[in-house]
């Protein structure tokens, strides 16, 4: 792979983070305030968290991570459980939905990727593109597919049960609330928890990493869905 087209792909994955910041953040943490609001909690809804504005969730450490490696956080979407009548199990339906969402835009991308490429809209008569030219369509596809695994990726990485995650607010939804109570007064202390299994997990081999076949498992879902075009 020549050095010309490492900065084409590199462009065009930039260009699908700053995707992912404009639209699919906006909407993770829009989904967790409508839930929340839904489920009898105002709490994000009347701080204007129920927003499609990317600034209203900026958090500029995590927006810049995101940027530079595709992984990175949002503002955190204020929830008091104690507002909803189910608390526990609101909580996690308000936790689940940022990750649902991740794998709803997943989908979206895919299926208009899909329509793309079998339909050819929008694309060029290839006897009309001139020697090497490349039709620009296929920059599309390329920036849909970098849309499609970011979103997986980020569905997949909320969803670890591990503090401040939202796969751990799930898991919360099935413990006993002497643990829950235990959980809240060293959350802190578990926090470390993430940090170390993302170190551990970029150290050892992929096969022996179940980050990835959760990634793999999303990612199969959404591509045999959209197959039927």
Not at 4 to 19: C, H, M, N
Not at 112 to 128: E, K, L, N
Not at 170 to 199: M, N, P
Request: charged share 15%; with cysteine; proline share 6%.
């Amino acid at each position: 792979m020549g050095k010309g087209t490492d900065s084409l792909y590199f462009l065009l994955s930039l260009a699908s983070r700053v995707l992912v910041f404009l639209l699919v953040i906006p909407v993770h943490e829009s989904a967790h305030a409508w839930v929340a609001h839904k489920l009898g909690d105002d709490t994000a809804y009347k701080q204007g968290r129920v927003s499609l504005n990317p600034f209203v969730h900026l958090d500029l450490f995590g927006c810049v991570l995101m940027l530079l490696t595709g992984f990175g956080w949002a503002k955190p979407v204020p929830v008091n459980p104690s507002n909803m009548k189910n608390p526990r199990k609101g909580f996690a339906l308000t936790a689940l939905a940022g990750p649902l969402s991740n794998l709803l835009a997943a989908f979206v991308a895919a299926l208009a990727f899909r329509i793309i490429s079998v339909t050819g809209i929008g694309m060029s008569d290839p006897g009309t593109l001139a020697v090497e030219e490349v039709d620009k369509m296929y920059y599309v596809l390329l920036i849909l597919e970098f849309f499609v695994e970011i979103n997986v990726s980020l569905a997949a990485f909320n969803l670890i049960p591990l503090p401040p995650l939202d796969g751990f607010n799930v898991l919360r939804c099935f413990t006993g609330q002497k643990a829950d109570r235990w959980i809240y007064a060293h959350q802190r202390q578990l926090s470390y928890g993430l940090l170390i299994f993302v170190v551990l997990m970029n150290r050892i081999p992929a096969f022996l990493n179940p980050l990835n076949y959760l990634i793999t498992f999303f990612r199969y879902i959404i591509w045999k869905v959209v197959s039927f075009i």
